[in-house]
């Protein structure tokens, strides 16, 4: 079955510094892939998303891009600020699977002032 | 703006209740969904809901049943609530692939259970 895999966290980075979030994924058929932040007391909510290989998410400065040949959709960001503090998730969702969507483990990130 | 709402933020019980956790969603979705939420272990889908009264399990469904009698409303229910089910429980629900949307999760903000 479909499933999703990211690097263990806690990350912790200080400000300004480049922050790479490793996602893998399994999937037969064409999944849509997504990236999920969850800060601290709320729920989750998408941060960005790529519906075909080679699409690239954008969104608040963090980028993305569904590689099919590496089933890989790493979430990067140039420079963090201590407000991106939170738990990223990486997600897959499968048209043919019931549009039930499919969570890695998830990434909490600290960033130091 | 699109909402999903879940009725409690925080709520303690004992061990052997019945607890009932309702969400409604404003957008007209057909798709719905339960998860639990739990430390190293990313969010696991219970039940979920394509359509008013219809239902189909998740991954973890075992001790949990769900109504769905109204489009907008999504119950969870865990007839004799146990230690092992305090954790965050999430609903969300979906905008279909095709239908103005890429299969994007709306979530309410959570409700935590402590089963004592």
Same mark, same amino acid.
């Given at each position: 079955?479909?499933?999703?895999?990211?690097?263990?966290?806690?990350?912790t980075?200080?400000?300004?510094?480049?922050?790479?979030i490793?996602?893998t994924?399994?999937?037969?058929?064409?999944?849509?892939?997504?990236?999920?932040?969850?800060?601290?007391?709320?729920?989750?909510?998408?941060?960005?998303? $790529?519906?075909?290989?080679?699409?690239? %998410?954008?969104?608040?400065? !963090?980028? @993305?891009?569904? *590689?099919?040949?590496?089933?890989s959709?790493?979430?990067?960001?140039?420079?963090?600020?201590?407000?991106?503090?939170a738990v990223?998730f990486? $997600?897959?969702?499968d048209?043919?699977? %019931?549009?039930?969507?499919? !969570?890695? @483990?998830?990434? *909490?990130l600290?960033?130091?002032? | 703006?699109?909402?999903?709402?879940?009725s409690?933020?925080?709520l303690?019980?004992r061990?052997?209740?019945?607890?009932?956790?309702e969400?409604?969603?404003?957008?007209?979705?057909e798709n719905?969904f339960?998860?639990?939420?739990?430390?190293?272990?990313?969010?696991?889908?219970?039940?979920?809901?394509?359509?008013?009264?219809?239902?189909?399990k998740?991954?973890?469904?075992?001790?949990?049943?769900?109504?769905?009698e109204k489009?907008?409303?999504?119950?969870?229910?865990?007839?004799?609530?146990?230690?092992?089910?305090t954790s965050m429980?999430?609903?969300?629900?979906?905008?279909?692939?095709g239908?103005?949307?890429?299969g994007?999760?709306f979530?309410?903000?959570?409700?935590r259970?402590?089963?004592?």
């Amino acid at each position: 079955g479909n499933s999703v895999t990211q690097m263990e966290g806690p990350v912790t980075l200080s400000e300004e510094a480049f922050l790479t979030i490793n996602c893998t994924y399994t999937a037969t058929g064409y999944p849509s892939l997504f990236w999920y932040v969850q800060y601290p007391g709320e729920g989750l909510q998408l941060l960005l998303k $790529a519906t075909k290989a080679d699409d690239k %998410g954008s969104n608040k400065g !963090f980028e @993305a891009t569904y *590689r099919k040949e590496t089933t890989s959709f790493h979430l990067e960001k140039g420079s963090v600020q201590v407000s991106d503090s939170a738990v990223y998730f990486c $997600a897959l969702s499968d048209l043919n699977g %019931g549009f039930k969507t499919i !969570f890695g @483990a998830g990434t *909490r990130l600290f960033v130091k002032a | 703006d699109v909402k999903v709402t879940q009725s409690s933020r925080y709520l303690v019980k004992r061990t052997g209740e019945k607890v009932f956790l309702e969400c409604v969603q404003d957008m007209d979705h057909e798709n719905m969904f339960w998860y639990r939420q739990d430390p190293g272990l990313g969010l696991r889908l219970i039940y979920f809901s394509y359509d008013v009264k219809m239902k189909e399990k998740g991954d973890i469904p075992e001790g949990y049943s769900v109504s769905r009698e109204k489009k907008e409303r999504f119950s969870l229910i865990l007839e004799s609530a146990s230690t092992n089910q305090t954790s965050m429980y999430l609903c969300a629900s979906i905008t279909p692939v095709g239908r103005v949307g890429t299969g994007e999760l709306f979530f309410g903000e959570g409700s935590r259970l402590t089963v004592l």
